[in-house]
C-alpha cells in the first residue's frame, strides 16, 4: 500500500471525553432536569429524538454526554434555551461532529436544551442517562463538578413510525418562501453513504412526508439515480520508519446518489421528509405517475397530463409540443434548416456554416433517463464543423406540470473568430403566433407586441437578463414561454469579451427569440469579426411553459404564478444522524507548513 509522505502538513485536534473519569469524581451531585420527552420529527428537530430542558445551579460552561441504554450517542446537539422555541422553522445554530473535535465550547448555558437522535419504536422503554461537566474554564480541571441525570421514558404509541427494517433514515426539511401551495412539487437531493449500507440503495429507499401536527407518515413517489462510488479507503499503513502516521483516515470510502421526490408543502411552512434506507430485504417498488417517455433517443416523446412534446430525431432538440388541452394545434418550427423549436448554443464562423446544436446528426454524446419523478435528455459534444466549441443541452421533464427545464452551455476550447455568438433560441412557425410579450426593466412594465405585423427582419430587443418572453395566439388561446432561471459568463485563461450582450426577437418565414452574446451579424456593420476567447463558458437555464391564454387584456398573465413558484423553489436542508464510525478528531492537510490558527485558542468570551 501507498505509504503517508510527512511532507504535507497534518494537524488533528483530539476531543477527549472528560466522563471517562465521571464515577472517580467527588464533585458529583444530581442534574435538574425541568422536562424530558420523545418526540416526534418536526421542523426544528427533523427526526425521532429525546429533548431535555435542564436548568442548572448558575450560568456555566459545559460538557455534556448523554446515553442511551448506557450505550454514548454521537448525535447530541447543545442549545441555548431561546435556539429553539419554534419547532415550526429549521433552527439556526448546529454544531457538527467537528465543532465538538476542533474546538471547545465558552458558551455560558443556564437553561439549555440537549437534543439527541434517538430512533425509537412505538411503546418501547429507553433509559436516557444525561451527564454534565461544570467547568469553571473552556478546558477541563480538577475543579470541575459534574451533575448526572437517568429517567427511562416510554416511547409514544399514538401514531406508527416506519417499519423498522429499515435500519437508517435521512432528514430532509422543505421550506416554501414565496406564499404558494406546493402540491407535488419536485424536489431533488443528492445524498452521502457508507458503502455497507448503500449496496441496495435503488431497491430500499423510501421517501416519507411528516404530518406536522399527526406525525402521520405518507410515502410519497420518489426516483434514485446517478449513483457514484468511491471506494478507496485511506492508507493508514505506518511509515517506512515502522512510525504511524496518523490513527484516523482523512476519508472514508463513500456512495452517493440523487434522490428525487415529489412533495407536498403548504405556503410560507416547512415539513419534514424521511427518506429511509439499509435494509436487504427491501423489494424494488414502481412509481406510477402520469410521466411518459416513449421511443428511441434521440427522438424520443414525453408526455405528462399537461402536454406531449417530441424530441427531433436527428438532434434531440424541442421539435414539437402539444398542450393536451389544445391538442388541435401543436406548435412547431420546420421552416429553415433543421426545422427545430430550440435551436441553440450557436456559432457562426465564416468561411465555416452557421452551427447551432439543433444540427446535430446526431449528437456526439446522447443520454437519457426515464423514471415517474423526473425524466431527462441529455446531449453533448462539439459544434458541427467547430471543434473549437464544445455544447451542451439538457433538458428535465416532471409529472403533472406544464413546462420543463432546459440547460444549456457552450465552452470555448480555442480562440475563435466569429460574427455571431448565441444562445437561448426558441423559433417557430411564423402563422403560429400572433403577439410577444415581455417584462421590460427599463421601463418597469410588460411590454406587448403585435408580432403578425412586424415588418420582417425587424429585431424587438430587451435586456440579457429578462425575467420571462412568451409568444402567444389570440386565435388559438395557446402561449409558450421562456422563464429565465440563470444566465452565466465565464472565463478561465480570460474573461468573456462581449460585443453588446442582449436578447431579441426577429420575424421572417418564423418568429423568434435568441440571446445575443456577441452578435456583430446584426449589428450596424455586420462583416465585424469579434473574437470568442480560449477558456470561455457560457450557461443558461430556462423553464419553457406552454399554457392557456387568460382572458381580459392580460393574456400572458399566467406567467406570472409559474414564475412565482419557479424562481422561488422549496429551500432544502439535509439532517443526518452522526455514525459512529465517524472520529473525534479532525484531520485537515494543508498545503503549506505553518500556524492553523487554533494554537492556544481559549475560544470567544461569553
Same mark, same amino acid.
Given at each position: 500500500?501507498?505509504?503517508?509522505?510527512?511532507?504535507?502538513?497534518?494537524?488533528?485536534?483530539?476531543?477527549?471525553?472528560?466522563?471517562?473519569?465521571?464515577?472517580?469524581?467527588?464533585?458529583?451531585?444530581?442534574?435538574?432536569?425541568?422536562?424530558?420527552?420523545?418526540?416526534? *420529527?418536526?421542523?426544528? @428537530?427533523? +427526526?425521532?429524538?429525546?429533548?431535555?430542558?435542564?436548568?442548572?445551579?448558575?450560568?456555566?460552561?459545559?460538557?455534556?454526554?448523554?446515553?442511551?441504554?448506557?450505550?454514548?450517542?454521537? +448525535?447530541?446537539?447543545?442549545?441555548?434555551?431561546?435556539?429553539?422555541?419554534?419547532?415550526?422553522?429549521?433552527?439556526? /445554530?448546529?454544531?457538527?461532529?467537528?465543532?465538538?473535535?476542533?474546538?471547545?465550547?465558552?458558551?455560558?448555558? #443556564?437553561?439549555?436544551?440537549?437534543?439527541?437522535?434517538?430512533?425509537?419504536?412505538?411503546?418501547?422503554?429507553?433509559?436516557?442517562?444525561?451527564?454534565?461537566?461544570?467547568?469553571?474554564?473552556?478546558?477541563?480541571? #480538577?475543579?470541575?463538578?459534574?451533575?448526572?441525570?437517568?429517567?427511562?421514558?416510554?416511547?409514544?404509541?399514538?401514531?406508527?413510525?416506519?417499519?423498522?427494517?429499515?435500519?437508517?433514515?435521512?432528514?430532509?426539511?422543505?421550506?416554501?418562501?414565496?406564499?404558494?401551495?406546493?402540491?407535488?412539487? *419536485?424536489?431533488?437531493?443528492?445524498?452521502?453513504?457508507?458503502?455497507?449500507?448503500?449496496?441496495?440503495?435503488?431497491?430500499?429507499?423510501?421517501?416519507?412526508?411528516?404530518?406536522?401536527?399527526?406525525?402521520?407518515?405518507?410515502?410519497? *413517489?420518489?426516483?434514485?439515480?446517478?449513483?457514484?462510488?468511491?471506494?478507496?479507503?485511506?492508507?493508514?499503513?505506518?511509515?517506512? !520508519?515502522?512510525?504511524?502516521?496518523?490513527?484516523?483516515?482523512?476519508?472514508?470510502?463513500?456512495?452517493?446518489?440523487?434522490?428525487?421526490?415529489?412533495?407536498?408543502?403548504?405556503?410560507?411552512?416547512?415539513?419534514? +421528509?424521511?427518506?429511509?434506507?439499509?435494509?436487504?430485504?427491501?423489494?424494488?417498488?414502481?412509481?406510477?405517475?402520469?410521466?411518459?417517455?416513449?421511443?428511441?433517443?434521440?427522438?424520443?416523446?414525453?408526455?405528462?397530463?399537461?402536454?406531449?412534446?417530441?424530441?427531433?430525431? $436527428?438532434?434531440?432538440?424541442?421539435?414539437?409540443?402539444?398542450?393536451?388541452?389544445?391538442?388541435?394545434?401543436?406548435?412547431?418550427?420546420?421552416?429553415?434548416?433543421?426545422?427545430?423549436?430550440?435551436?441553440?448554443?450557436?456559432?457562426?464562423?465564416?468561411?465555416?456554416?452557421?452551427?447551432?446544436?439543433?444540427?446535430?446528426?446526431?449528437?456526439?454524446?446522447?443520454?437519457?433517463?426515464? =423514471?415517474?419523478? @423526473? /425524466?431527462?435528455?441529455?446531449?453533448?459534444?462539439?459544434?458541427?464543423?467547430?471543434?473549437?466549441?464544445?455544447?451542451?443541452?439538457?433538458?428535465?421533464?416532471?409529472?403533472?406540470?406544464?413546462?420543463?427545464?432546459? /440547460?444549456?452551455?457552450?465552452?470555448?476550447?480555442?480562440?475563435?473568430?466569429?460574427?455571431?455568438?448565441?444562445?437561448?433560441?426558441?423559433?417557430?412557425?411564423?402563422?403560429?403566433?400572433?403577439?410577444?410579450?415581455?417584462?421590460?426593466?427599463?421601463?418597469?412594465?410588460?411590454?406587448?407586441?403585435?408580432?403578425?405585423?412586424?415588418?420582417?427582419?425587424?429585431?424587438? +430587443?430587451?435586456?440579457?437578463?429578462?425575467?420571462?418572453?412568451?409568444?402567444?395566439?389570440?386565435?388559438?388561446?395557446?402561449?409558450?414561454? =421562456? @422563464?429565465?432561471?440563470?444566465?452565466?459568463?465565464? =472565463?478561465?485563461?480570460?474573461?468573456?469579451?462581449?460585443?453588446?450582450?442582449?436578447?431579441?426577437?426577429?420575424?421572417?418565414?418564423?418568429?423568434?427569440?435568441?440571446?445575443?452574446?456577441?452578435?456583430?451579424?446584426?449589428?450596424?456593420?455586420?462583416?465585424?469579426?469579434?473574437?470568442?476567447?480560449?477558456?470561455?463558458?457560457?450557461?443558461?437555464?430556462?423553464?419553457?411553459?406552454?399554457?392557456?391564454?387568460?382572458?381580459?387584456?392580460?393574456?400572458?398573465?399566467?406567467?406570472?404564478?409559474?414564475?412565482?413558484?419557479?424562481?422561488?423553489?422549496?429551500?432544502?436542508?439535509?439532517?443526518?444522524?452522526?455514525?459512529?464510525?465517524?472520529?473525534?478528531?479532525? !484531520?485537515?492537510?494543508?498545503?503549506?507548513?505553518?500556524?492553523?490558527?487554533?494554537?492556544?485558542?481559549?475560544?470567544? $468570551?461569553?
Amino acid at each position: 500500500m501507498k505509504k503517508y509522505t510527512p511532507i504535507i502538513l497534518s494537524i488533528a485536534f483530539l476531543f477527549i471525553s472528560s466522563f471517562a473519569v465521571f464515577a472517580k469524581e467527588d464533585k458529583s451531585g444530581d442534574l435538574k432536569v425541568n422536562k424530558i420527552e420523545l418526540g416526534y *420529527p418536526c421542523p426544528a @428537530i427533523p +427526526f425521532y429524538h429525546f429533548i431535555a430542558e435542564l436548568e442548572l445551579p448558575e450560568a456555566s460552561i459545559i460538557e455534556v454526554e448523554t446515553l442511551v441504554n448506557d450505550k454514548p450517542q454521537r +448525535f447530541t446537539d447543545l442549545h441555548k434555551e431561546h435556539e429553539i422555541t419554534d419547532m415550526s422553522r429549521p433552527p439556526l /445554530s448546529h454544531r457538527p461532529p467537528s465543532g465538538y473535535g476542533l474546538s471547545q465550547d465558552g458558551t455560558l448555558y #443556564k437553561n439549555p436544551h440537549i437534543v439527541g437522535w434517538l430512533k425509537w419504536q412505538p411503546g418501547e422503554e429507553y433509559k436516557i442517562t444525561i451527564k454534565v461537566r461544570v467547568k469553571k474554564k473552556i478546558h477541563a480541571s #480538577k475543579d470541575d463538578s459534574f451533575l448526572t441525570y437517568t429517567k427511562t421514558l416510554t416511547a409514544p404509541t399514538g401514531t406508527a413510525v416506519f417499519d423498522k427494517e429499515w435500519k437508517n433514515y435521512k432528514s430532509v426539511v422543505l421550506s416554501e418562501t414565496a406564499g404558494l401551495d406546493r402540491v407535488a412539487e *419536485p424536489v431533488e437531493v443528492l445524498l452521502p453513504f457508507y458503502p455497507d449500507e448503500a449496496v441496495h440503495l435503488k431497491r430500499d429507499i423510501r421517501v416519507v412526508a411528516v404530518d406536522p401536527v399527526s406525525y402521520e407518515l405518507t410515502e410519497v *413517489p420518489c426516483q434514485v439515480y446517478d449513483e457514484k462510488k468511491y471506494m478507496k479507503e485511506d492508507d493508514l499503513d505506518p511509515d517506512e !520508519n515502522g512510525k504511524p502516521t496518523r490513527e484516523i483516515p482523512y476519508w472514508m470510502p463513500t456512495v452517493t446518489t440523487r434522490v428525487a421526490f415529489l412533495a407536498d408543502v403548504p405556503a410560507k411552512t416547512s415539513k419534514v +421528509f424521511l427518506i429511509y434506507y439499509n435494509n436487504e430485504n427491501a423489494l424494488a417498488k414502481m412509481y406510477e405517475t402520469d410521466l411518459r417517455v416513449q421511443g428511441e433517443a434521440p427522438g424520443l416523446r414525453i408526455d405528462n397530463n399537461k402536454f406531449s412534446i417530441v424530441l427531433h430525431p $436527428n438532434s434531440g432538440h424541442l421539435d414539437q409540443i402539444t398542450l393536451k388541452s389544445k391538442a388541435q394545434s401543436p406548435l412547431y418550427h420546420r421552416m429553415e434548416t433543421n426545422g427545430a423549436i430550440h435551436w441553440n448554443p450557436g456559432v457562426y464562423a465564416p468561411p465555416r456554416p452557421w452551427t447551432h446544436t439543433a444540427d446535430w446528426k446526431p449528437p456526439t454524446n446522447v443520454k437519457f433517463m426515464s =423514471g415517474p419523478v @423526473i /425524466s431527462t435528455a441529455e446531449m453533448w459534444g462539439n459544434l458541427r464543423e467547430l471543434p473549437e466549441v464544445d455544447a451542451s443541452v439538457r433538458y428535465e421533464f416532471f409529472p403533472g406540470v406544464p413546462y420543463f427545464i432546459a /440547460s444549456t452551455s457552450m465552452r470555448i476550447n480555442k480562440r475563435l473568430d466569429c460574427i455571431a455568438l448565441r444562445n437561448g433560441e426558441i423559433v417557430f412557425k411564423r402563422e403560429l403566433m400572433t403577439h410577444a410579450a415581455w417584462y421590460d426593466v427599463v421601463t418597469d412594465s410588460v411590454i406587448v407586441y403585435n408580432v403578425a405585423e412586424m415588418p420582417d427582419l425587424a429585431d424587438l +430587443f430587451m435586456e440579457a437578463d429578462v425575467p420571462w418572453i412568451t409568444f402567444y395566439n389570440e386565435k388559438t388561446g395557446i402561449g409558450f414561454c =421562456g @422563464i429565465q432561471l440563470n444566465y452565466s459568463n465565464a =472565463g478561465l485563461e480570460s474573461r468573456p469579451r462581449l460585443l453588446n450582450p442582449y436578447m431579441y426577437i426577429t420575424a421572417g418565414p418564423w418568429i423568434y427569440w435568441a440571446r445575443a452574446l456577441s452578435l456583430s451579424f446584426l449589428a450596424s456593420n455586420m462583416q465585424q469579426v469579434i473574437p470568442a476567447m480560449e477558456g470561455n463558458f457560457f450557461s443558461e437555464k430556462w423553464a419553457y411553459l406552454t399554457y392557456e391564454t387568460a382572458k381580459g387584456d392580460k393574456p400572458f398573465s399566467p406567467i406570472f404564478y409559474w414564475q412565482k413558484r419557479l424562481k422561488n423553489p422549496l429551500r432544502i436542508r439535509l439532517v443526518e444522524e452522526v455514525d459512529q464510525r465517524v472520529s473525534k478528531t479532525v !484531520n485537515e492537510i494543508f498545503i503549506d507548513k505553518g500556524k492553523s490558527g487554533w494554537e492556544n485558542r481559549e475560544s470567544s $468570551n461569553h
